[in-house]
């Protein structure tokens, strides 16, 4: 069946430094790649996603790459801020509906 | 708040209870989805809905689960004969329709429940 994997499931960077979180679906149909961020008690909310007509996407410090034929996206944070600490989710779409699978998250924790 | 809303926001049942949960998109959101999410997990899609048609419902739900979006807009989620196990966050999600491609689905605040 559909299946997304991420890992790790948790991660801890010092403060300043990068991250990355990656993650490999196995629906060679799906093209469109969502990650959500979660902070403690509150609900997921969307802060980058790509769409497999290109390979890669950046918004200030956070960007994300897709490799089709591997089948696996990644999300990097640069100069990471205590703010950035949560759990981060990735996401894929079956191909035939807009069924969205997600990973088990990563919680990223960034240190002082 | 022009948000996805869910209510309650917390439910304390005991085990066998029927509870039901609601969920009201963004207004000009045709899509509706159900997710659980227990902790340390991601959400796991349960159904979802365009307009008033239940679209899928995901194979690991029971048919103790049920979910309804009569008018197109509100949808309920009722779990009948609660068990130990459904304890977990309900979080509803909308999004505007696809249509060949994905639109960025907007959670609610998520509906606790805990069977004891």
């Known amino acids: 069946g559909e299946n997304v994997e991420q890992h790790p499931s948790t991660l801890s960077v010092q403060e300043g430094d990068s991250a990355v979180i990656k993650c490999t679906y196995s629906?060679?149909?799906?093209?469109?790649f969502p990650w959500y961020k979660q902070e403690l008690g509150k609900r997921p909310q969307l802060i980058i996603d790509?769409?497999?007509?290109?390979g890669e996407k950046k918004d200030q410090r956070i960007a994300v790459t897709l490799n089709k034929t591997a089948k696996h996206f990644s999300l990097h944070i640069t100069e990471t801020q205590p703010e950035d600490s949560a759990v981060y989710f990735c996401a894929a779409p079956t191909g035939r509906d807009d069924k969205i699978i997600f990973g088990k998250g990563t919680r990223l924790h960034i240190l002082p | 708040d022009t948000g996805v809303s869910q209510d309650p926001r917390h439910k304390i049942t005991k085990r066998g209870q029927n509870v039901t949960f609601r969920c009201d998109p963004i207004s000009e959101h045709n899509r509706l989805y159900w997710y659980r999410q227990t902790l340390g997990q991601g959400p796991e899609f349960l159904t979802y809905?365009?307009?008033?048609?239940?679209?899928?419902k995901s194979r690991l739900l029971s048919d103790r689960f049920s979910a309804e979006r009569p008018k197109g807009s509100f949808s309920t989620l009722e779990i009948q004969r609660t068990e130990q196990g459904d304890s977990a966050m309900y979080l509803c999600a909308s999004s505007l329709p696809g249509q060949g491609s994905y639109n960025e689905q907007f959670f609610g605040p998520g509906t606790r429940l805990t069977v004891l």
């Open positions: 809905f365009q307009n008033e048609a239940q679209l899928e």
């Open positions: 629906d060679s149909a799906s093209n469109y």
């Open positions: 790509i769409r497999s007509n290109v």
